[in-house]
């Protein structure tokens, strides 16, 4: 449920909007924060723009987002960097008929806002070629790995005799594409979080989803950063 924001008295704006809050102990010191994602409404009334992380623990730290404009923002929070203090987790939909979605998780210790997971970057480093083959074979081949799994699509349906001849023949060179992430799952592990990146296969059309893949990732503490494990398809 959305608020009209009354925690900082002194705010001079009047129609700052909390979108979703969160109460947890996000920068180490054993007490727990008032955690707030706050924006505000566009004149449509659905489209929520400068939507930031507001952290109130006596002191209002803001984290500002570079996207930060969109759909149902949410909030989660966990420890995804397994140093036993919770994460900011935030999720915005982009509204985009795709259903790519935008997705920040920040590391809050000693009241220093520290990235850890930036949507824009996973997708720079996680691309596809989509090439569709003869015998009704679409192949998935990751640009960044060695990556490569085969989608049977013979029972597509009427669309494949635009693309086909009536022996398995492809009568034109055809591409699909992989999505950027369209969902970020925390999975819950042995007392922290992993995460699982989802992406959308588009064939024809951008409707026809050929499949999705998934990719795990995890904090690794040695590295600073999230690394991810060999995709999967579904």
Known sequence: MEHILNYRQN??????????????????DGVAENIYL?????????VASNIRV?????????INLKVNKGY??????????????DDIFIS??????????????????????????DFEQFNSE??????????????????????????NISNRGDYLKNLYNSDGKLINSMK???????????????????????????????ADTLGMIVTPLRFDRTKNEVVSNTPYLI
């Open 126 to 151: 996680h691309q596809y070629d989509v090439n569709y083959k003869d015998n009704y074979i679409v192949e998935v081949k990751g640009l960044f790995s060695d990556f490569k799994q085969n989608i």
């Open 92 to 117: 915005i939909e982009s509204g985009n008929t795709g259903r790519e979605s935008y997705f920040y998780i920040y590391s809050f210790v000693d009241n220093e806002a520290n990235r850890v997971f």
């Open 72 to 85: 149902n923002p949410k909030l989660f929070v966990g420890d995804f960097t397994k140093d036993g203090i």
């Open 38 to 46: 706050t924006g505000r409404r566009e004149t449509t009334g659905i």
């Open 11 to 28: 705010d001079v704006s009047n129609n700052i909007i909390i979108f979703d809050t969160k109460r947890a102990d996000v920068n180490g």
């Open 54 to 62: 507001d952290v109130e623990n006596g002191k209002t730290y803001h």
């Open 176 to 206: 699909g594409m992989v999505s950027p992430i369209i969902e970020l799952r925390p999975i819950f592990s042995n007392g922290t979080y992993n995460l699982q990146a989802i992406q959308r296969i588009i064939g024809y059309y951008n």
